[in-house]
């Protein structure tokens, strides 16, 4: 049967060691059944220096394994060193690079991807930058299900694609000030990187003790982990036609594996739900920005 | 030797305080129309068609400026909407509007050559380079900068690029980059950029538990003071909340910003205009901060010492900070 949907596997968000960066990407070269891996630093540019000298391996290596690889930009360039890297992302690769940052528009090569943390939530915006080049489009978070359905076809009469965000926290905001470091009682400039004992965003609770939200260095994050597999039949009947599946720590081949066994037809959606229920116990799983009353609601059934 | 004069661009929710700002000193006014196209898009606040021609015609008449802000994303689908809020904008003599959205942007670009337009802070272009892009795609003559800048920052970005900048002086503070930040639809499924709003009235609730004051935002606590304590509006990212063992205002403490005191460096670093935050804020407060800061920036263009902080009873939660500009708030 047709193939509905293409995967993505998203930037890895958080600040994970070097070496847990290279086998995360080894597997995902060598087991995950995905098409595209978005690799780069999309959050704080403090934490590139511990791992850049491992991304061509992972790139190579991914590339071997027969997935197209995309470079992520910064989501909020503000420093000289960051516009530098903003403009040598597109300079001194041939690969693809998705944007974050509409700083790299002044680079930018046909074609390219607008990742999540670009605006586009309306056909006329879409257009703008399907017009310039942008090829795929992973919609912002928030972006309810009946913009979606329109975008998509808005898409679909400019040669591009959506992606939609199915499978992770949720970024949420971006700030000049680092979290991680304030709760730590630390300066963003002296942070001595605690958010490295996060590696999936640090809780953030009401006072009620209620799970609200996460923080992630100068990212605010959903607590609850996006899922939409029970949701793939009304995707791909929107138009829908790609899959973000962001990284996070436990089994996340098998997430991956369950996408693609639902997007194959292999398996039902619920059955889906159940064995991520199963590779990720501790999440809470929603798909409120899209089908619910909030983004924080409780995952609702298609 | 006199200072270069800074224009002073400041709120107005309503008609009144609209006047009041012009009677206070206003250079130039900002203002919205009354429905989903502006980023304070709240019950009672803004214009219609009517007022806003009448307000921009007495600014007119006082020398003053008018800008309209249409900063919101337009909803897909929906476009048609904010395409007649820019077109009857242009109708009624704004001076310029204040737009957010890309597509938006391209459309009055090319709509209304001769219309002057500028970057909100809702488009978050936070350097250079970015800024570049808006003002060589769409022909932007001005950008409001984001609050995530410092004021060194603010000098570079001035030194680089050829169109006008103007940052927030007063009021609200945002934590978070704005135009790029779902907190409040997570919670209430109302966001900024599709609404115009945060942290929505209609979403809020306070409740008195175990001899302790509660408001919530969308089911979740936000603030917990003693019973006799007044309550602080629930606005999610100035709350008090637990993370890991840290407890207490995670994201920001419920202070707003005051950088009068910054005034001259602000200057010195080439910014063309200050922006005072507050158009859901009353006509009083509008007067009494817009004439205090007119003093100010007349005082600086003239030589004279700026005296900060006269505005302190009116900043919320009585405390005030700097924000990015300084770089120790990071």
């Known amino acids: 049967m047709t193939k509905k949907f293409s995967l993505t596997v998203g930037p ?34 403090k934490r590139t220096p511990f791992y850049e000298d491992r991304i061509p391996a992972a790139i190579e290596r991914l590339q071997s394994g027969g997935k197209t690889v995309v470079l992520g930009s910064l989501a909020m360039v503000t420093l000289e060193r960051e516009k530098r890297a903003a403009r040598e992302l597109f300079e001194q690769t041939a690969l693809e690079v998705e944007i ?21 939530y309306n056909e006329a915006t879409l257009a703008y930058l399907a017009g310039q080049g942008a090829k795929m489009f992973c919609l912002p978070p928030e972006a309810p299900f009946a913009s979606v359905e329109k975008l998509a076809a808005a898409a679909g009469e400019c040669g591009a694609e959506v992606e939609l965000w199915a499978y992770g926290r949720i970024p949420l905001a971006i700030s000049s000030r680092c979290y991680h470091a304030r709760v730590h009682g630390l300066s963003k400039d002296s942070c001595q990187f605690v958010c490295d004992k996060d ?104 | 030797m006199s200072a270069r004069k800074l224009e ?16 206070a000193g206003a250079h130039t006014v900002y203002c919205g129309f009354n429905d989903e196209t502006n980023a304070r898009n709240f019950p009672g606040l803004n214009f219609s068609r009517d007022e806003l021609g009448a307000s921009i015609a007495h600014a007119h008449k006082k020398g003053a400026h008018t800008l309209v802000a249409i900063n919101t994303f337009p909803r897909a689908g929906a476009v048609g909407f904010w395409h007649k809020a820019v077109d009857d904008a242009a109708r009624l003599g704004a001076d310029a509007v204040i737009l957010a959205d890309i597509g938006l942007l391209d459309y009055a670009s090319k709509k209304h050559p001769n219309l002057r337009l500028h970057l909100s802070v809702q488009a978050a272009a936070a350097n250079s380079d970015a800024i570049a892009f808006y003002a060589r795609a769409f022909g932007v003559k001005r950008v409001v900068l984001p609050r995530v800048l410092t004021v060194q920052e603010i000098a570079a970005i001035n030194r680089d690029i050829e169109i006008e900048t103007e940052v927030f002086i007063f009021g609200g503070l945002c934590v978070m980059a704005e135009g790029r930040c779902s907190l409040s639809s997570y919670a209430t499924g109302k966001s900024p950029n599709m609404n115009g709003a945060c942290s929505p009235a209609s979403h ?22 003693g019973a006799s304590e007044p309550a602080p509006y ?84 009585q405390t005030t900070t700097a924000g990015s500009y300084r770089k120790t708030w990071r």
Request: a negative charge; aromatic letters at 8%.
């Open chain 2, 204 to 225: 809020v609730e306070y409740r008195e538990e175990d001899g302790e004051l509660v408001s919530r935002l969308g089911g979740f606590a936000i603030h917990r003071v």
């Open chain 1, 100 to 120: 974050n940052d509409l700083t790299l528009m002044n680079w930018a090569r046909p074609p390219f991807s607008i990742g999540p943390l670009i605006n586009v």
């Open chain 2, 234 to 317: 629930p606005t999610l990212c100035k709350g008090c909340f637990e993370a890991g063992d840290y407890k207490g205002h995670v994201f920001e403490d419920p202070s707003s910003l005051d950088a009068a005191a910054l005034i001259p460096q602000l200057a010195e670093a080439g910014v063309t205009a200050l922006k005072i935050e507050g158009r859901q804020r009353s006509r009083s407060y509008t007067e009494s901060v817009v004439r205090n800061f007119r003093k100010a920036v007349d005082d600086y263009a003239a030589g004279r010492p700026v005296v900060a902080g006269a505005l302190r009873d009116l900043t919320e939660g």
């Open chain 1, 199 to 302: 590696p999936d965003g640090l809780t953030v609770r009401t006072l009620d003790g209620a799970d609200f939200l996460a923080v992630n260095g100068v990212q605010t994050m959903s607590h609850n982990t996006c899922n939409l597999i029970g949701d793939l039949d009304r995707l791909a009947a929107a138009g829908v036609r790609s899959l973000r599946l962001s990284p996070h720590t436990g089994d996340f081949v098998a997430v991956t594996k369950a996408f693609a066994d639902v997007a194959s037809g292999a398996i039902s959606g619920d059955e889906g739900l159940t064995r991520l229920r199963a590779t990720a116990p501790e999440a809470e799983f929603s798909n409120g920005f899209l089908f619910g009353a909030c983004g924080a609601a409780e995952l609702t059934p298609a």
């Open chain 1, 12 to 45: 890895l968000q958080f600040n994970w060691s070097a070496d847990a960066f290279s086998d995360f990407y080894a597997r995902i070269a060598d087991e995950a059944p995905v098409d595209r891996v978005v690799i780069g630093e999309t959050v704080c540019s």
């Open chain 2, 8 to 23: 002073l661009v400041c709120p107005a929710g309503t008609p009144a305080a609209f006047r009041a700002a012009i009677d």
